[in-house]
């Protein structure tokens, strides 16, 4: 079983960065696709972006492409979502989660079997 703990989140101006971070423990993060997914208030559970297991394959909703990368370091442990040039409508409750699979990773939250509890990132003046 894998426990996931999300950090970094948290206040930041429109055009501004933060960066992610996915620890794991109970399990290697390297044996897994991961993936981010954030949530708004009133929205459905949105995913982000995501990296396969087999090739680091990258994925990124339309919606980010451009501004966010994912990356994951396997040394510690952790996968991170760097996020630059923020807007307003960034604003979510940021989850990262994982699936035991060689396939090419989606970001379709269903495949994924184990979550974090979240992280908040507000984009406001």
């Known amino acids: 079983q894998v426990q996931l703990v999300e950090s970094g989140g948290g206040l930041v101006q429109p055009g501004g960065s933060l960066r992610l971070s996915c620890a794991a423990s109970g399990s290697t993060l390297a044996y897994y696709a991961i993936g981010w997914f954030r949530q708004a208030p009133g929205k459905e559970r949105e995913g982000v972006s995501c990296m396969s297991v087999s090739d680091g394959s990258t994925l990124y909703a339309d919606s980010v492409k451009g501004r966010f990368t994912i990356s994951r370091d396997n040394a510690k442990n952790t996968v991170y979502l760097q996020m630059n040039s923020l807007k307003p409508e960034d604003t979510a409750v940021y989850y990262c989660?994982?699936?035991?699979?060689?396939?090419?990773?989606?970001?379709?939250?269903?495949?994924?079997?184990?979550w974090g509890q979240g992280t908040q990132v507000t984009v406001s003046s």
């Open positions: 989660a994982t699936a035991a699979t060689l396939l090419p990773c989606t970001v379709v939250a269903g495949n994924y079997d184990y």
